[in-house]
């Protein structure tokens, strides 16, 4: 199972480098991001989830606050279907600097299982902006591995998710993703991410460098 999980981060390790060839015209940024998750469990199989995030741009400028508020319920054991509200503060720090708020509503369908210590997990996310003349509305698709290492509370993983616009029925994006998780006990996680974003639609590479602190209650 070990061999397994390491081909498979091999292949990921592959696509990003396949990503990465840089033309002249392929623009690339990096970003990071720091995020807090609390979850507080309520009956009848119920939670409330409450999630904000800090976006920093690559010279550690603030780019954008944003919050993500819902609730999740889990009818049966590794299924959960969610609901969220997103509330953005977008800034921009450059010569005229612009703060802009947005908001977006968001519905996910979700599985995870275990295999032995291995935890591969799928989710769809639908996407919709809300308060526009146009609003953008998108599915994300998104899979993920990861395995715990034995005799200890250390989780790496890898993911792949897919962002399609609807109006246009184009693939936007292709996301992949490397990351460790540490369990510190039951109700508290921490885990560190990097993301590559590899755009379709228009020249740009994005390296995103995460931190997540994960709590229940």
Not at 49 to 77: C, H, I, M, V
Not at 147 to 161: L, R, T
Not at 197 to 208: G, P, Q, S, V
């Amino acid at each position: 199972m070990l061999k397994l999980f390491s081909i498979c981060s091999l292949v990921l390790l592959f696509a990003f480098f396949t990503f990465t060839v840089n033309g002249e015209d392929i623009e690339n940024e990096q970003q990071y991001r720091l995020t807090y998750t609390a979850s507080i469990e309520l009956p009848h199989d119920l939670s409330f989830d409450l999630t904000p995030e800090l976006r920093l741009n690559d010279d550690f400028g603030l780019n954008r606050f944003q919050n993500d508020a819902g609730f999740a319920y889990s009818p049966f054991k590794g299924f959960s279907v969610s609901s969220y509200y997103r509330f953005m503060l977008n800034s921009n720090y450059g010569k005229e600097p612009k703060h802009e708020i947005s908001h977006s509503a968001m519905a996910n369908l979700a599985y995870k299982t275990k295999i032995e210590r291995f935890r591969p997990s799928v989710r769809l996310r639908y996407m919709a902006a809300l308060g526009e003349s146009n609003p953008e509305h998108l599915f994300r698709y998104k899979g993920a591995l990861k395995y715990n290492i034995k005799k200890s509370d250390i989780s790496p993983g890898i993911a792949f998710e897919v962002f399609h616009l609807l109006e246009t029925n184009v693939l936007e994006k292709y996301r992949t993703a490397i990351f460790v998780e540490y369990e510190i006990n039951k109700n508290n996680c921490v885990a560190a991410e990097y993301k590559f974003d590899y755009f379709k639609t228009e020249y740009l590479n994005r390296h995103i460098f995460q931190v997540v602190y994960e709590m229940k209650f």
